[in-house]
């Protein structure tokens, strides 16, 4: 036997080592990687245990009955190649290290959004290169082959970097057609391609509104093809009413919004033309405050409206005519019920629509001439006391002339009159006053004159205030003031000095 058929059978297997990965493991002196966990890879504890089982209990046996039975063969001689590259150094290998968990740590959270983005519905050939390089990186990670993990790392970022891109073209065409079809009126369509976007981009707000008008658009078609019906039935309150409802469901309906304006304005032609039927009508009963009312509302409509500028020009006519002619009745019934202020106002408001008006002009100078005459009365017999100066009185006299001149004077003025001639009689009228005195003072009463010295005295004065004087030779003089009213009994006055100097 030679020394090869001595050698025990599992001397015989030989572990091979890819090419420049052992090379650089053994170089390096560091631990093997081979418990680094990727986020796909992994072993289950249970797939490990029947393993082991199998390792332990039915592979020896297996084994023992192979060499029993195989031929004995010369031992096959495995030759490591060399490194195909150059063997790099510890600083080298953990830089490489360093970029590849940097890569990958970019790789991670672009796997996450990818996959909220559901790429694989959409990313196709793309998306399973995109997979099989970063399985690649991993696999080449895990192998420590830290060069080619680093180029697969910087692929598939590239190529999720595209596909990102893409979803944001898929979303922005997907929504284009969404918003075309839900323009068109094909809500289904529309539901299904929003739904496109939201399976990319669930909380894309465009395509959740766009799904939730989608999905109210046939009511909104239902009720603006109501409001066509109606308005072809000439209902046009109605219609309007149908195409609201439908704005108010859609605001951005288009055709609802096209249909009410195109209604509002058949209402306002009819309004318009209404308004004019009206105004004419009016005209033609000469109710012209109603005819006025109705053309200016005509005209706020089109202020451009011959018609309705001619119906309010001969509506203000009949109008002007009318308030001369009611402003005249108006005033001479106030003048007979000696309302002068209130005629006043008439005449003032016909003047104001023709200065010319004889009748205005002469009845408000009548009315003016008889409103201050009996503001003049009404002052004089309200208060008087005015009448105890001569100037009033004198001018009350001559005011009781003018009043009496007046060929119609009415109810009111006679009365006034006869109350102020009662006034004026009992300022003229003396009334008794008496004195008292110490027979040692000299009396004055001024407007009146010297009275001397006396222990009692009398005199007549008209109504009026009166000062009176006492002086006494070593005493200080007195000066009192009494008032005489008509029809009032006067307190004995009494003058004496009593305060020596």
Request: charged residues 30%.
């Amino acid at each position: 036997m030679t020394e090869t058929e001595e050698r025990p059978h599992h001397d015989e297997t030989i572990i091979a080592v890819k090419p420049g990965l052992g090379a650089a493991k053994r170089s390096s002196g560091r631990p093997s990687r081979t418990g680094r966990r990727l986020p796909w890879l992994g072993i289950s504890a249970g797939v490990l245990l029947a393993i082991a089982a199998a390792v332990f209990f039915v592979l020896p046996s297996w084994v023992d009955e192979r060499a029993a039975n195989a031929p004995v063969e010369e031992p096959a001689v495995i030759e490591v190649p060399e490194p195909a590259g150059p063997v790099l150094s510890d600083e080298e290998l953990a830089a490489l290290e360093a970029r590849a968990e940097s890569l990958l740590a970019d790789l991670l959270p672009q796997q996450a959004r990818l996959e909220a983005l559901a790429a694989v519905d959409w990313g196709g050939q793309q998306w399973v290169r995109y997979e099989e390089t970063a399985r690649g990186g991993d696999d080449a990670l895990l192998g420590d082959a830290f060069a080619v993990a680093v180029t697969a790392y910087e692929e598939a970022l590239d190529i999720g970097a595209r596909l990102l891109a893409r979803s944001q073209e898929i979303v922005a065409a997907t929504l284009d057609s969404g918003r075309q079809a839900l323009e068109a009126g094909n809500a289904g369509l529309a539901i299904e391609q929003f739904d496109l976007v939201l399976g990319i981009e669930p909380g894309n707000e465009v395509a959740l509104n766009g799904r939730a008008r989608a999905e109210r658009l046939p009511e909104v078609i239902a009720l603006v093809r109501r409001g066509d019906e109606l308005r072809g039935e000439q209902e046009f309150d109605a219609a309007a009413d149908a195409y609201r409802a439908a704005l108010a469901i859609d605001e951005r309906w288009a055709p609802a919004r096209t249909a009410l304006t195109a209604v509002m304005a058949e209402i306002a032609r009819a309004r318009f033309g209404a308004l004019l039927s009206g105004g004419f009508a009016a005209l033609a009963e000469e109710d012209f405050e109603e005819a006025e009312t109705r053309f200016r509302a005509a005209l706020q409509m089109r202020s451009d409206s011959a018609e309705a500028r001619d119906g309010l020009t001969l509506a203000e006519q009949g109008l002007k005519l009318d308030r001369i002619e009611m402003a005249e009745a108006r005033a001479l019934a106030f003048e007979r019920r000696e309302l002068w202020d209130r005629a006043i106002a008439q005449y003032t408001e016909a003047l104001a629509t023709d200065a010319t008006l004889e009748f205005a002009i002469e009845g408000l100078a009548r009315a003016r001439a008889r409103d201050d005459l009996d503001a003049k009365l009404v002052n004089l017999i309200e208060n008087p006391e005015l009448l105890l100066t001569d100037t009033v009185l004198s001018e009350a006299e001559l005011l009781v002339a003018q009043a009496r001149g007046i060929a119609d004077p009415g109810p009111g003025i006679s009365e006034q009159l006869a109350r102020l001639d009662q006034l004026v009689v009992a300022a003229r009228t003396p009334l008794p006053v008496q004195l008292e005195s110490d027979e040692l003072t000299e009396v004055t009463v001024y407007r009146v004159g010297r009275l001397g010295a006396f222990k009692t005295t009398q005199i007549e004065v008209r109504p009026g205030t009166y000062t009176v004087v006492g002086s006494r030779r070593g005493y200080r003089d007195i000066r009192k003031s009494f008032t005489v009213l008509p029809g009032r009994e006067v307190t004995p006055v009494s003058v004496i000095c009593v305060e020596p100097i």
